[in-house]
């Protein structure tokens, strides 16, 4: 079973920058769109990013646009998130898993596929 994996998450000063990376140890991770996801306990899932199979086409939530980039390098089998201008209300768990909407059109993650999720917090 596809089961992701993320890493990079930390502790950043507002204004920051932190890059995550998904990735999967047994799979190939072009066969699929990905999508960032992220979510605190007690809290609605927020989609945050999602790049198709090729990396042609990307997506990004309102609260991120301008300020995220993801990216995909396919020879290496792993998906990153860029983040840059952090802010505090950034400060959540984010995971990534495969996006069942290959075009990347709606955030609809697969739930079996994520991981556990890397804690990303933004404070001075």
């Known amino acids: 079973q596809l089961q992701l994996v993320e890493s990079g998450g930390g502790l950043v000063q507002p204004g920051g920058s932190l890059r995550l990376t998904c990735t999967a140890s047994r799979y190939t991770l072009s066969n699929y769109a990905i999508g960032w996801f992220r979510q605190a306990p007690g809290k609605e899932r927020e989609g945050v990013s999602c790049?198709?199979?090729?990396?042609?086409?990307?997506n990004y939530g309102d609260s991120v646009k301008d300020r995220f980039t993801t990216s995909r390098d396919n020879v290496k089998n792993r998906v990153y998130l860029q983040m840059n201008g952090l802010k505090p209300e950034d400060t959540d768990v984010y995971y990534c898993?495969?996006?069942?909407?290959?075009?990347?059109?709606?955030?609809?993650?697969?739930?079996?596929?994520r991981g556990q999720g890397t804690q990303v917090t933004v404070s001075s």
């Open positions: 790049i198709t199979s090729s990396g042609d086409t990307t």
């Open positions: 898993a495969v996006n069942l909407d290959v075009y990347c059109g709606t955030y609809r993650p697969h739930a079996d596929s």
